[in-house]
């Protein structure tokens, strides 16, 4: 039952191996919590209390964040949508369960200074290496692709003389970025420092010179974390960072919104408002700073 649904999302809704993971271990956990293996789960025998049990025990004694449980609840609730839309179940127990309230959080960014310091050695590299880690950076920054994506390029979705990248994400859905010249001048560097490679099928961003595999996420992670950890003082250095970077500079010097939505990806405009907020925020507090009557006077 479980397995039918993982292999749902994987082949009918096209979910990544990365979310259907998640989902698999979510459902093991859900399973676990009420004595069962995966394969034995009756979803008969359980009800809308047993699902409100759950959520206390994941609060209360496991310590999950409200983030964590409401992720949580959201994969059990689309297994028991799934169930009653293959009529195995009549009722989706889920369906009334309100899910904890988990504070809003506006993206962080890098300011201007940092992402030019953090580019400025650009063009002393000189090695594989560097030269690779300089355009991670850059192809981030940029274009605003998620980390996966950027690891699912294939050569042939570089498009050099169209002057655009064509990226795959979530649910494979396809779109198309473009470049600048000053990107394309770096990637036709990077071209040149990796080994030529024939197959158009070949992964873009390679672990080493020879091209025998591509950059594993944790390597891609670790060289945005250091790079990025020299020039700023935030507590996060993560490629989303970047991407939270590229559409708040795009929204400061004057994108459209909608413009913005389709770089990014996001399939609700919603989505994307969020860096209106962050921007209007950031905005205030330079005007609190700035202006000599913004504050209150305080005898």
């Known amino acids: 039952m479980i397995q039918h649904f993982l292999d749902y999302i994987a082949v009918e809704k096209k979910y990544s191996p990365r979310t259907v993971d998640s989902y698999r271990d979510d459902l093991r956990d859900f399973c676990l919590f009420f004595g ?16 409100k049990e759950w959520m206390i025990d994941m609060l209360e004694n496991q310590h ?3 983030r964590s449980v409401k992720r949580k609840l959201s994969c059990v609730r689309s297994f028991h949508k799934f169930l009653l839309r293959m009529k195995l179940v009549n009722k989706d127990v889920t369906r009334m369960v309100i899910a904890p309230k988990v504070p809003k959080t506006l993206p962080v960014f890098f300011k201007p200074s940092e992402m030019q310091r953090a580019t400025q050695m650009d063009d002393q590299a000189d090695d594989f290496t560097s030269i690779r880690n300089c355009l991670i950076i850059q192809m981030l920054y940029q274009t605003g692709m998620r980390q996966a994506e950027m690891l699912g ?5 570089v498009r050099l003389d169209a002057m655009e990248i064509r990226v795959f994400g979530k649910r494979r859905k396809e779109r198309v970025i473009p470049i ?18 024939e197959d ?10 020879a091209g025998t595999r591509p950059l594993t996420s944790s390597t891609l992670y670790n060289i945005v974390r250091s790079r990025m950890g020299e020039v700023s003082t935030l507590k996060k250095h993560s490629p989303h960072v970047l991407r939270h970077t590229f559409a708040t500079t795009m929204l400061d010097n ?5 413009t913005i939505q389709h770089l990014l990806g996001h399939a609700s405009l919603s989505t994307t408002q969020i860096y209106t907020h962050t921007t209007f925020e950031q905005i205030q507090k330079e005007y609190n700073n700035a202006h000599p009557r913004a504050k209150q006077r305080k005898d």
Do not use: C
């Open 64 to 66: 999950l964040s409200g």
């Open 200 to 209: 158009v099928g070949t992964f873009f961003v390679q672990q080493s010179k």
């Open 36 to 51: 069962w293996e995966t394969q034995d789960y009756d979803p008969t025998q359980v009800s809308e209390a047993d699902i």
């Open 254 to 258: 004057g994108a459209d919104i909608r």
């Open 153 to 157: 390029l294939k050569d042939n979705d």
């Open 180 to 197: 600048g010249e000053h990107l394309k001048y770096q990637i036709e560097q990077y071209l040149i420092a990796r080994q030529p490679m």
